[in-house]
């Protein structure tokens, strides 16, 4: 992988555009070289857990002649091994959504203590990113009812696919990390932030 993409993932583990220091960029390595062996993605669980999905599609193409691959976890099937590209898109995205959470609803996720610890708020910022990140995966083929029902089991209520102004109505293309989040989601950065996908 290039150096300069890494340092774009330790960025977007960190949710920092500015000056890193070698010990923050160690300890997002550190947390990189982790999820990898977890078969999670490398900015899974950052600030900005999105991973862009032409990065996506280039791990998939790197790993393709190497022994050991990496595979990543699919959540929505207990763990396994995603095989096809598609499978890899969903891997990303569900990842992201179970790995970002709000303080209000991570008591919701069934997850080892230690894990728990590192699950990382919705900040504005990030939230920003994310939805940008999540529109690279636009027109992908990706089954977004599957993910949909993913999220639904992670959070309970969550707009319903073609919602306004979460979905698009003509498409089922969420508009928002917000389409597969819960209310309390949305309070939270509506009270702390004043973000509102209708004004930002």
Do not use: C
């Amino acid at each position: 992988m290039r150096s300069n993409k890494m340092d774009y993932w330790v960025r977007q583990f960190l949710g920092n555009t500015g000056t890193v220091s070698s010990k923050e960029a160690m300890s997002a390595l550190t947390e990189i070289e982790r999820n990898l062996s977890a078969g999670l993605f490398p900015t899974t669980g950052g600030a900005v857990s999105l991973l862009a999905r032409e990065d996506v599609e280039e791990i998939y193409r790197s790993n393709r002649g190497l022994f050991p691959k990496f595979r990543p976890t699919v959540p929505d099937t207990g763990g396994r091994r995603a095989r096809t590209l598609s499978e890899w898109y969903v891997a990303a995205i569900e990842q992201a959504i179970m790995y970002n959470r709000n303080p209000l609803t991570l008591g919701n996720l069934l997850l080892p203590s230690a894990i728990m610890m590192g699950v990382r708020p919705f900040g504005l910022k990030h939230a920003i990113a994310m939805d940008g990140l999540l529109h690279t995966y636009h027109f992908s083929g990706i089954d977004w009812r599957r993910i949909h029902g993913y999220a639904t089991s992670l959070y309970g209520a969550i707009p319903e696919i073609g919602e306004a102004p979460y979905w698009l109505t003509n498409d089922p293309e969420p508009l928002s990390v917000l389409a597969l989040t819960d209310g309390s989601t949305h309070e939270f950065l509506r009270l702390n932030y004043g973000y509102n996908i209708w004004t930002s």
